[in-house]
């Protein structure tokens, strides 16, 4: 695990936490997932890698997650992409790669949208997508809710249920779920352009392998790279694992430095 301590930025009053690695450009840059942390496995291997090839790294925690500040209930895709969008402007020049890993996808592919928007899609080189979980909250959570999950968002404005990967329950409140509707991404053509390679498990627990295809779908074909892990499971974090992302990084950043 990393020593480097991590660095903040002010994002509306709350305190961001990133760590980030001087280098040659493309940079690559780290979009977490719900609940994780910049010093998770993948994360640190990306450091690891670019730190011994000279790449520019750069990752952060979300509002309530990790190192940063902020209360992870009060999070919302639309507060996560508007700190993700903030510390990619300050700290990141020219082309980059983003990573991004279950939400942190979804959060990838708005950050091409609004860059796209803002006239900055050139600042994007290539995206490589794990376990990918766009439109998580309308297409994964929202089809399943019992009676008792509707009546806990209608009086108590949240739902908690157990996590496989923490002690700590996961919690869905009503502003993240009805904020997703407004983030959602996988309503038609997805323009990225440029090069974008998804990894996905077919093991994998909690977000069917068919909810990545169905966003291939929706990517230009001539630009897609699907590798389908036959026994990966969601995490993605196995050495077989980790050497696939690197592969799939290093390809898109050779490709586009």
Known sequence: MTDMPPEFLDVNGTAIALRRLAGTQPGVVWLGGFRSDMLGTKAETLSSWAGSNGRAYLRHDYSGHGESGGDFVEGTISKWLGESLAVFRTFTEGPQVLV??????????????????????????????????????????????????????????????????????????????????????????????????????????????????????????????????????????????????IRAVEAISTQRG
């Not at 942190?104 to 490589?128: D, Y």
């Not at 979980?133 to 209608?154: G, I, Y």
């Not at 997703?180 to 392998?209: E, S």
């Open 100 to 245: 991004g890993s279950s939400m942190g996808a979804w959060i990838a592919l708005r950050m091409v949208q609004e860059l796209r928007k803002a006239g900055e899609g050139e600042r994007v080189a290539g995206i490589v997508l794990l376990a990918p979980a766009p439109d998580f909250t309308s297409e994964l959570v929202e089809p399943k809710l019992t009676a008792a999950h509707k009546r806990d968002l209608a009086k108590k404005g949240f739902f908690d249920v157990p996590s496989e990967y923490s002690s700590e329950a996961y919690v869905y409140t009503r502003a993240l779920i009805e904020d997703g509707r407004l983030n959602r991404v996988m309503g038609g053509p997805i323009d990225t352009h440029c090069p974008v390679h998804v990894l996905q498990g077919l093991a994998d627990p909690d977000v069917p392998h068919a909810h990545a295809l169905r966003l291939v779908s929706l990517l230009p074909a001539d630009d897609v790279t699907l590798s389908l892990i036959p026994d990966g499971d969601h995490r993605l974090s196995r050495p077989q694992d980790l050497d696939m992302l």
